[in-house]
């Protein structure tokens, strides 16, 4: 478990990270999200102990990260944006590097095996670093964050230049590890934090402005419950059908989508679910149901709400296609 208890950060008079609070539990992954600028690298730092804090604490499985930081991170293991690897050296010989500074004490060959088997590099082991794409390379990054087998992982953007594959293997993985380490995964690619973590934690100018699961931001973040259906027959059968509903307040009827098929908005009154209601009647006239959605936000809509991008296009174009912040 990874607790931040009101941390502060301030260089002179301004101040990068203001008392925030958050944690992360055992067994699942944390998105740490936030803009350019917003502190998030600070936080990161803190927590990894390569920066100290100017306020509050952070606790490591219970081990305050600056008053005991030898047993605080014996329990971290740390991707930074860019693999700390060694490119002349053989990723086997690089492993072994690390597992000796970490000081491990696991048996070296089953343990260093196993997490070459787990990341799926161990058919590059001879390799010269150097020589290794891109994606083998962040493995091995991934690899030396396990070696010692630590409770906590802190990964920052761990699927950064990577191709839509190697992006794909990688977030598996992450899931894979989030079953038996805590994970926090920092990212700019908003989708990947919504597929992979289980909550996200977002911070702007230093502040904590959203903790909570991305389904519970989108509900909150939604001033209705509205439907949005593609669905084949005749529209005004269509509407007087789904009109009839006693929990529907209004049907819309947005665009044809095609011969036959009309995409409609529907609005339930105070958010009843009517789902299960306009399968059966729309079923009881086989009028085909090809789309079903509901009008939540998504969470790359929740940070720019959030995080006040809305009327800055830079800085959107820099959320959804990434970045570096501090």
Known sequence: MIEVKNLSKNYGSKTAVDNISFTAEDGSILGFLGPNGAGKSTTMNIITGFLSSSGGSVLIN???????????????????????????????????????????????????GEICELTKIDGVTKRLIRNLSKGYQQRVGLAQALVGNPSALILDEP??????KQIIDIRTLIKRLGKNHTVIL???????????????????????????????????????????????????????????????????????????????????????????????????????ILLMRGSELSLEEIFLKLT???????NLGNAQNGGTNT
């Open 62 to 112: 219970g081990h305050d990260i600056l008053e005991d930081p030898v047993s605080a991170k014996q329990n971290i293991g740390y991707l930074p944006e860019i693999p700390p690897v060694y490119p002349d050296m053989t990723v086997s010989e690089y492993l072994n590097f690390v597992y000796g500074l970490k000081k491990c004490k696991l048996p070296k060959r089953s343990h260093l």
């Open 159 to 164: 699927t950064v230049g990577l191709d839509p």
């Open 186 to 288: 920092s990212s700019h690619i908003l989708p990947e934090v919504q597929a992979v973590c289980d909550r996200v934690v977002v911070i702007d100018k230093g502040k904590l402005v959203a903790d909570d699961t991305t389904e519970n931001l989108s509900h909150s973040f939604s001033s209705d419950q509205k439907l949005i259906m593609q669905i084949d027959g005749p529209e005004n059968d269509v509407k007087t059908l789904l009109s009839g509903i006693p929990e529907v307040e209004k049907v819309t009827a947005m665009r044809t989508v095609s011969d036959g098929v009309s995409e409609y908005e529907i609005l339930p009154r105070g958010g009843a679910d009517v789902r299960r209601e306009i399968f059966k009647r729309l079923s009881s006239r086989n009028f085909p």
């Open 308 to 314: 006040g991008f809305s009327e800055n296009s830079e």
